[in-house]
């Protein structure tokens, strides 16, 4: 099977952008799956990965990303999702969570050939990386009712092109399975 | 000229590597030209960037790269030279400031041009980081008396290098031109 | 404005993948409008790129990714976008144009910041290669009659994608801009 | 061990650049040794792949590199050590062999884990290429007799660079051991 890791996409946020009032009903219909994913994975000691948008803020080791969505307007989104002492975090800059970050680095130290993608937004940061996995040859799988979307006849078209075009393994949550050896 | 911006390499260290003790000599010596410049810099309103080595700590939103460093042997080597409310920080978890990390774009955004290499290590990170910039066609200045070495002739070698074949002007901290405007 | 470049992904193709047979209608909608932008980009001196797959042919020097598809069963879809001697061409080994091919270096020596994507797959290579565009701070603009799809509604979908969340200009061949100048 | 693949590093040359007076006499120096791996990598069936700048010319699939090299006033360095029709080949653009090419990709699907790096400029593409090896983990080994520099110092402190921090093998040509199964 492989091993697996969960990788949370940009779920520390203060909903503050324009489109946030489109993702916020899908999101919430997606957060207690994605609860559920985390509770498990912690559980079975599969890694966590958090990563996340900056939001511009280059300061991260001050802990500005978490703080400020738990501060923020939104913090029941961000509340029942946020990092433990055992979670790891990338910061990315731009939209795919591979692009100048060091997770392709951080996923071949842990051995991880499979990732767990949920979070949002299903047809954009969602769809490019596992885009961005499939071209590194990472296996790919996304419980549908896990990640949210903005757009919902494009989050579907984007399920469909993971499955069909980057062989990613489209699921629910509850039947994700989380490998912890090889 | 060109913008300019001053990058702090791999200076928030526990310094509990095999090499530390052939590198702090070079350090103590470096660490006032830093400073120096790292005041220079901040009355300016040159971006400051710390690029560092996660030390195999992916947490980076916790801080604990430079609560580690305050707390470990060696903070009167850190604390000098702490980032401020200001400091922008990029986590690296290799070798290079570029490699797989978000500098390139972050420059970008800033519209900078010309990267001051401080820290350390002369021969090892700032001679990649050196290349890596020149290759992404950024120009380089290297003040010699604001880099640590481990080994002197190697150091030597790197700086000719940097300057014959990476095109970096190489001077001291005090004949650095920090440049704030294009 | 910005400068343009035509950028021709995977037309020199032999066309005996499994979704052949589905693209191949596509494709031959596409073709003249594909020629007329080609011949419109070589009477303005507009850089025309080609970034195709190798195929897992690594001994691209031989000219060999051109002649298989010349002497291939649909020379017929090749023979009239083929190369002339001021064809610019990158060579790819997996979906995206940008991935680990030095197109992004390209594009900045020639000063070009607007990409005119035609081609091949809509919902695949195109769609990717917008993204990764688009991730790069460059314009995109697709000439919905000069791509071909394999899927009809992926493709609707795709080129949705790149209009809204990656500011794509989603246009005809007919209208598309070739600017030389900035 | 690891499985290996012979890199020649900008073999394929015109010599026409202003360092080439210094470079050529270490070329000829190390030209029988590169032709003697060459042999045996050819008669083990261990990979031979050609990383070769483009020098400006984008237009590869015409094979103009090799043949604009074998046309030039240096001909007799070129055509010892030119491709054969096993040859792999990777154009570069800029310093590094992995810098914004499929090399990287090529390696792992060859599965080498040890890459022999052979060629020019010692000081320069080959020490930049060691440490982008050593920074995706690939094993690197130098025969000091098959790599030409343009100045002997910076050689020597390159290649001591390239065993002490990037644990590079560094050895002759003749005790090179090129392995094909792992």
């Known amino acids: 099977m492989g091993k697996s890791a969960l ?9 503050e952008h324009p489109d946030a009032e489109l993702l916020i009903p899908s999101l919430r219909k997606a957060l207690p799956h994605v609860v559920r994913l985390l509770e498990r994975a912690r559980a079975r000691g599969v ?11 280059w300061r991260s080791h001050h802990g500005e990303i978490v703080q400020a969505a738990l501060a923020g307007p939104r ?33 071949s130290q842990l051995d991880v ?18 885009l961005d996995a499939h071209i590194r040859h990472l ?18 078209a984007a399920l469909l092109m993971m499955e069909r075009n980057m062989h990613a393994t489209i699921t629910t949550a509850e039947a994700v399975e989380l490998c912890v050896v090889d």
Chains 1, 2, 3, 4 share one sequence.
């Open 113 to 130: 050939d499979r990732v767990v993608l949920v979070g949002q937004v299903t047809e954009q940061c969602v769809l490019y990386s596992a």
């Open 47 to 57: 890694p966590v990965i958090y990563v996340n948008d900056n939001f511009g803020e």
């Open 7 to 15: 990788i949370l996409i940009d779920m520390i946020n203060t909903y």
């Open 139 to 156: 296996m790919v799988t996304v419980p549908e009712d896990a990640v949210a979307h903005i757009h919902s006849d494009l989050a579907d």
């Open 75 to 107: 913090a029941e989104l961000v509340r029942p999702v946020q990092p433990d002492a055992d979670s790891l975090f990338v910061v990315k800059a731009r939209h795919s969570i591979f692009y100048e970050t060091p997770l392709a680095y951080l996923l």
